[in-house]
């Protein structure tokens, strides 16, 4: 009982003295909660046999994380995970080795460039001294009033000297009617399927002073100084066609002016515009794709569709704009195409397409016609030929060509800045006659002209530039 006693009395003697030296902390822990913290030291154990503690540990544990940070970021390999850092450098290598290849393709595109632009340079300085020795060389010899009758025959372009006459341009041989559909094609390559460029020496011809009223639908008497409209924006641009429906179906108004440029390898796109101010604005209104290829410059549009050829072939297609699909399709016979009887500035002319008072025409020539126009009326809806006169001019000797009332004008030269309309063909007559009327190429390289019935103008595509001629016509002659 004395032993209990004095035990208890131990126990409460050392209880007062660790009560002394107890100590009660409060604070927030990591997660912001209140704690309290109680410790109390030994009574026995001077030191513990474990250094550190919880905060220790926690040290620990932060300060290995700051070591596999550390690593990551220097690429190191202490003892640590490396695989995050190293693919951060794998896909900054493969960057930088994609940027040293494009950089590579770039220098070498640089390259090819510079070659070309030196090739170029070299082109043009080599047609510089070309264009010298042209202007140097000595005017060529007069030639005879009449050409000789093996000239005439052998289809090749007609030349007139300084002193030929208005004639000199024409073939003499009589006016022929009728299609030429019986007689079979020659054998013909038309040759690579690059732009055709031709070059012709030319002759003016003094113009006389027409004094005539313009009363209706009689001959040419005059045409006007030209109205510059809009310029190409690029090279596609260079030679091209514009025109306006004079019979229009919906859903175009009687405004609406087409237009395409037909430089390139894929000539399809077809712009439309409200009207002339759009048009010298440049915002088309509207922009078709069209399924097949145009050939050169002697499209137009003729009661909601557009007419054209289709490239490399004598095809002629009828495209319905409404619908914007093919309505007709039809060959026309036995016409050359691709360079075989283009107008003299070349360009695959062979087949002009036009629209007058008198409805659709198509203008051309064929091997039974030895490179003379041929005209032809059409129908507008399955361009089959109605109709056909052969003429006596030659087609490689005018620079292009318009009906007006049924009668066929040729212009003398493409390049002149003070030409002359040559020659007149009437339909109606079957008759033709040379005439004299000032035409001027403003811009020196003209490569359509044709006569725009909704407004009663030429219309014409001197290079890059689309202008219009007012027109003064004589009184009709009574049959």
């Excluded at 002193?163 to 009589?174: K, N, V, W």
């Excluded at 055709?196 to 002759?203: D, F, S």
């Excluded at 113009?207 to 008497?221: F, I, R």
């Excluded at 030679?239 to 919906?250: H, L, R, T």
Aim: proline share 6%.
């Amino acid at each position: 009982m004395f032993l209990l006693l004095s035990l208890c009395l131990c126990g409460l003697l050392l209880r007062g003295d660790a009560q002394d030296r107890a100590a009660l902390w409060r604070g927030n822990d990591r997660s912001g909660r209140c704690q309290y913290t109680f410790s109390v030291p030994s009574p026995i154990e001077a030191s513990c046999p474990q250094t550190g503690g919880p905060e220790m540990e926690g040290l620990k544990a932060r300060l290995s994380m700051l070591e596999v940070l550390v690593s990551r970021l220097t690429g190191g390999d202490a003892g640590v995970p490396q695989r995050p850092g190293a693919g951060a450098q794998s896909e900054l290598q493969e960057a930088l080795n994609r940027a040293v290849g494009e950089r590579n393709l770039l220098q070498g595109e640089k390259g090819r460039l510079e070659r070309e632009l030196e090739g170029l340079q070299r082109r043009m300085e080599e047609m510089r001294r070309e264009t010298e020795r042209l202007r140097n060389r000595p005017c060529p010899p007069q030639t005879p009033l009449v050409p000789p009758a093996p000239s005439l025959q052998s289809g090749g372009l007609m030349r007139p000297g300084g002193g030929s006459s208005q004639m000199s341009h024409l073939m003499t041989r009589p006016n022929r009617q009728g299609d030429s559909s019986s007689l079979r094609d020659s054998a013909w390559q038309y040759g690579s399927p690059g732009f055709q460029e031709l070059k012709a020496e030319v002759t003016e011809v003094p113009a006389p002073d027409g004094s005539e009223d313009n009363t209706g639908c009689g001959e040419l008497v005059s045409v006007g100084e030209p109205v510059t409209h809009r310029k190409a924006d690029n090279i596609e641009g260079k030679y091209g066609v514009w025109m306006q429906d004079p019979e229009a179906v919906s859903p175009y108004g009687p405004n609406m002016v087409w237009r395409i440029d037909t430089i390139g390898a894929d000539v399809r796109k077809l712009f439309g515009y409200e009207d002339m101010e759009q048009l010298s604005k440049g915002f088309p209104s509207k922009v078709l794709l069209l399924p097949d290829q145009v050939e050169s410059t002697g499209a137009t549009v003729y009661r909601g569709s557009l007419y054209y050829q289709r490239r490399r072939s004598r095809t002629l297609i009828r495209y319905d704009l409404a619908s914007e699909t093919i309505a007709a399709r039809r060959e026309l016979p036995h016409a050359g195409f691709h360079g075989q009887y283009p107008y003299s500035w070349g360009g695959y002319t062979d087949i002009d397409l036009a629209v007058d008072e008198q409805g659709l025409w198509a203008v051309y020539s064929t091997n039974k016609a030895k490179g003379a126009i041929v005209i032809s009326q059409l129908d507008p809806h399955s361009l089959e030929v109605k109709r056909s006169w052969e003429t006596n001019i030659r087609k490689k000797s005018v620079a292009n060509s318009f009906m007006l009332c049924g009668k066929l004008y040729t212009v003398a030269s493409y390049t002149s800045p003070e030409t002359v309309i040559n020659y007149m063909y009437d339909t109606e007559t079957s008759q033709g006659k040379t005439v004299s009327i000032p035409f001027r190429n403003k811009y020196r390289y003209n490569s359509m002209i044709d006569y725009n019935l909704a407004q009663r103008k030429l219309f014409a595509w001197d290079n890059f530039h689309m202008v219009s001629y007012d027109i003064r016509l004589g009184r009709q002659q009574a049959n």
